[in-house]
């Protein structure tokens, strides 16, 4: 401890160290540099192993979100109960000659872009494309 306090007061000072502080000052450094080596490689480790840990997340919970979609609810909704659905989602309010089927960005072509089973809705249902607006 006394060494410490004297290094201490070495370093606070301009004065030059004598030659034993200056060895107990290369003991120390070396030591220091030592363990500031041993610190960089645990760093790195729990590094590298957060990364891979976050990347087993991430495919964890791509697997979750799957499987929690194949138990959705809106699988269970009949076709003819969907089909009307989409019938209320039209934006029929553009003018009275009827509305924009061509917009990527609303129903019904939006809805054909969901999933292959209410692409397949959308296109047997002719209601949906009976009037468009261009």
Request: hydrophobic fraction near 40%; charge should be neutral.
């Amino acid at each position: 401890v006394d060494m410490i306090t004297d290094i201490r007061a070495i370093i606070k000072s301009n004065a030059p160290p004598t030659d034993i502080q200056a060895h107990t000052i290369r003991t120390l450094l070396a030591s220091s540099l030592s363990e500031l080596s041993r610190l960089d490689e645990q760093i790195h480790q729990v590094s590298t192993t957060l990364v891979e840990l976050q990347q087993r997340r991430l495919v964890q919970q791509q697997q979750v979100d799957s499987v929690k979609g194949a138990l959705s609810c809106i699988r269970t909704v009949p076709t003819e109960i969907l089909s009307e659905i989409f019938l209320v989602c039209r934006d029929d309010t553009l003018d009275s000659t009827g509305y924009c089927i061509f917009d990527a960005t609303k129903a019904p072509l939006l809805l054909t872009h969901v999933s292959s089973r209410w692409r397949a809705v959308c296109l047997s249902n002719p209601n949906l494309w009976r009037s468009f607006h261009v």
